[in-house]
């Protein structure tokens, strides 16, 4: 397992942007598929956005898709999220989440594929 921490939510407006960051401890950044997922009160946490242990594949849920980025820094040992274009229903806690050691480019996308989770960081959005 890893520690991971993320940062960057907050309260925005719709339309507004944010960048929320996932730092994780050891040296071990580059050999790990991260994931963001989020979850709204009364709901089940949903799988947002994940990127591959080489950074060279990425996939997003249907309601982010052309709105969000994902993004890893192996030399930071940081991941990205860029929202952009926020709404009302993107409002949730937002964790990060890494499935350890995983080389394939097939990343998963449901909550009990990863062994390795964030605090959780609130995004909310007003309109």
């Known amino acids: 397992q890893v520690q991971l921490a993320e940062s960057g939510g907050g309260l925005v407006q719709t339309g507004d942007s944010l960048r929320l960051s996932c730092a994780a401890s050891?040296?071990?950044?580059?050999?790990?598929?991260m994931a963001w997922f989020r979850q709204a009160p009364g709901k089940e946490r949903e799988f947002v956005a994940s990127i591959s242990w080489s950074a060279l594949t990425t996939y997003y849920a249907d309601s982010v898709k052309g709105r969000f980025s994902i993004s890893k820094d192996n030399v930071k040992y940081t991941m990205y999220l860029q929202m952009n274009d926020l709404k009302p229903e993107d409002t949730a806690v937002y964790y990060c989440?890494?499935?350890?050691?995983?080389?394939?480019?097939?990343?998963?996308?449901?909550?009990?594929?990863?062994?390795?989770w964030g605090q959780g960081t609130q995004v909310t959005v007003s309109s």
């Open positions: 989440a890494a499935k350890t050691f995983y080389y394939s480019d097939a990343v998963p996308d449901t909550p009990t594929e990863f062994d390795s």
């Open positions: 050891g040296r071990t950044f580059s050999k790990h598929a």
